[in-house]
């Protein structure tokens, strides 16, 4: 989730560059860089960290008169956040940008690498410049960024230029955004970025290019374009949420994308696998333990039920808080887990730095790369989230049981418990689930419309069985995070044993009903709130009659494929209650996104 910016014309392009970045580094700020190419030379400035220490390098630079240039946020997910990591990526002639994850680069660094190309970074990034080159030894440049683009597999929004054709940048966009700017005051001027923010008040039009596309452009070029140009007006908010109304609805609106990310270089049908983890890493456990809070603690449940389900391994769970203090007992051939999407929160980060300390194997499953537990960690999986800027968590929640899926059946199948056929059953149905969490109109008008009956009442009731009982926890959190109304997820089995005496017709109880995990069992127990007269909100893919109300989700294969898609509906509505009762749903109160402090 990188941010990216790129110019044309005779403005001085370290401003246009840098003032672009600014509105973007909410995208990623491991690392940042630009590079200028002006009269047949390159010049090219990174530096870790945030946007100001790029700016301090070039304090004393301007770039006046005609150029181009392309500037470059990074979000880490190949290598470390390093200055030779961070971007542009050059080679003899050219430089790139790129946002994304080029799927088949090993290939393609190996293939290079035999051919005496030298490689100076970590990144996945750097092997597109060097096949670029490698092409203009026999083909245009045109023609070689063509042949490069159909070399790659995975996700990028490319920029890139090069001194063999001094007067454009070659673009390309697949599953990440890119969009190209203009400005009928001065026809002599292109833009490029990752997102609206970056152009507020130099651009008055723009084209939204399509997946797929790539090509060149320079300022000759404006007239002959066949992509549709809209106009732009858009304030530098609206800009940074895309449209949406809250932060927290765009990135509920992302997890199909990210989701993808999350897999790629991971999940094809029929296989699965983890480049981070060594064959070392599969030897040395014979339990599971997992620590987080909040979020991530509901996602270690659901990888819980995962990993005993799919690699028969021993799993146990702990809240983070209260894990120092219960004298844990810890195993030498235990593996410990930490999961946080800052990879900062405190209780977690204590967590991990006592399982060190007594020897264990430790993994971290993360968001940012150069957080205190990714260094601490031995292994670190990293969700590929992008930023998350909405205090609720929604698509760090989806990447983390993705991941979590992902190790359970890479561990299953390494151990035994799924064979073959079982592997290519849950890659497809791992591929299907980021489509189930693609949001159709229709249904957010309805869960708008059904908001306004859960306005009041004395409570909430959120209930599941198996994996849809952490769910159930998770849809209850997102309510009270920013609606402030009281709700508590429950096993749907559990509602005898107590809860249930709360039942009248002013406790509204979402039932989280699959139909290919225990139907009729969690059938049963909504019958039984049916009978004291509870409020019936149910999530199914089937019809229930005597539910109040129903949301129909579609028909699905897997119990995960119908897990993620409830997720949505279950975020969407916690976001349309608390938008009605006129709440600050990205900021609620007496909340921060991440808890740094004990």
């Known amino acids: 989730m990188c941010g990216i910016v790129g110019y044309i014309g005779d403005r001085d392009k370290k401003s246009v560059i840098l003032n672009g970045l600014k509105e973007l580094e909410y995208r990623g700020y491991d690392s940042a860089g630009m590079a200028v190419l002006q009269n047949e030379k390159i010049q090219s400035f990174r530096a870790v960290g945030k ?160 997946d797929g596309v790539y090509g060149s452009i320079s300022v000759d070029e404006i007239q002959n374009l066949k992509y549709e140009i809209k106009p732009f007006n858009a304030s530098k908010e609206k800009a940074q949420k895309d449209g949406y109304r809250y932060f927290m609805e765009k990135e509920i609106y992302e ?27 599969f030897n040395a456990f014979k339990s599971i333990a997992i620590c987080a809070c909040g979020t991530s603690y509901h996602s270690a449940l659901v990888g819980k039920y995962l990993l005993e389900r799919k690699a028969r391994i021993r799993t146990t769970t702990h809240i983070a808080s209260e894990f120092r203090y219960a004298k844990p007992m810890l195993e030498s051939d235990e593996l410990f887990i930490v999961i946080s999407q800052s990879g900062e929160t405190a209780d977690t980060l204590q967590a991990l730095k006592l399982a060190k300390e007594k020897g264990l194997k430790t993994l971290v499953i993360c968001n940012v790369d150069n957080s205190s537990m990714v260094r601490l960690a031995d292994y670190c999986l990293l969700t590929r989230a992008g930023t998350e800027k909405g205090v609720a968590s929604t698509k760090a929640f989806a990447t983390q049981v993705m991941v979590l ?34 949001i159709n109109q229709n249904l957010h008008e309805k869960i708008k419309r059904l908001s306004k009956r859960y306005l009041h009442g004395h409570g909430f009731f959120f209930i599941g069985r198996d994996i849809f009982y952490p769910l159930a926890l ?125």
Not at 407 to 424: E, H, M, N, Q, T
């Open 51 to 210: 946007l100001e220490n790029l700016s301090e390098k070039l304090q004393n630079i301007s770039f006046e008169g005609y150029g181009l240039a392309i500037g470059h946020t990074r979000w880490a997910t190949h290598g470390k956040p390093t200055e030779c990591n961070a971007h542009p990526h050059s080679g003899t002639q050219s430089a790139i940008i790129h946002n994304g994850i080029i799927e088949n680069y090993k290939e393609l660094k190996e293939e290079l690498q035999a051919k005496g190309v030298q490689f100076q970074s970590q990144t996945d990034t750097e092997a597109i410049v060097h096949l670029f080159e490698s092409y203009t030894q026999t083909l245009s440049p045109q023609e070689a960024f063509e042949a490069t683009i159909k070399r790659l597999q995975g996700s990028f929004a490319i920029l890139l230029i090069t001194k063999l054709d001094s007067n454009r940048i070659f673009y390309a966009k697949k599953h990440s955004p890119l969009l190209i700017g203009f400005n009928k005051n001065n026809p002599n001027e292109v833009f490029f970025a990752s997102s609206d923010a970056a152009l507020i008040g130099l651009i008055d039009s723009v084209i939204y290019l399509d």
């Open 255 to 281: 997890q199909e994308s990210v989701l993808l990310e999350t897999m790629v270089g991971r999940v094809s049908e029929g296989s699965v696998c983890f480049e981070e983890l060594d064959s070392n890493f």
């Open 405 to 438: 899926w992902i190790f359970s059946v890479l561990l299953g199948y390494k151990r035994g418990c799924i064979d073959s056929v079982g592997l290519k059953s849950e890659t497809r149905a791992m591929l299907h689930a980021r489509s189930a969490t693609h």
């Open 474 to 598: 998770e849809g209850a959190l997102k309510l009270k995070e920013i609606s402030y109304l009281h709700a508590e997820g429950y096993p749907s089995g559990e509602m005898k044993h107590g809860p249930i005496a709360l039942a009248d017709s002013e406790l509204f109880t979402l039932a989280l009903m699959p139909k290919n995990l225990l139907y009729e069992k969690n059938k049963s127990n909504v019958e039984e709130l049916i009978a004291r007269d509870s409020t019936i909100c149910a999530i199914s893919p089937i019809d229930f009659e005597l539910a109040d109300d129903i949301v129909k989700i579609p028909q699905f294969e897997s119990y995960m494929e119908e897990f993620f898609s409830m997720m949505v509906v279950l975020q969407l509505l916690a976001l349309e209650i608390a938008v009605r009762l006129n709440n600050d749903v990205d900021m609620p109160r007496n909340l921060a996104k991440s808890v740094t402090v004990e």
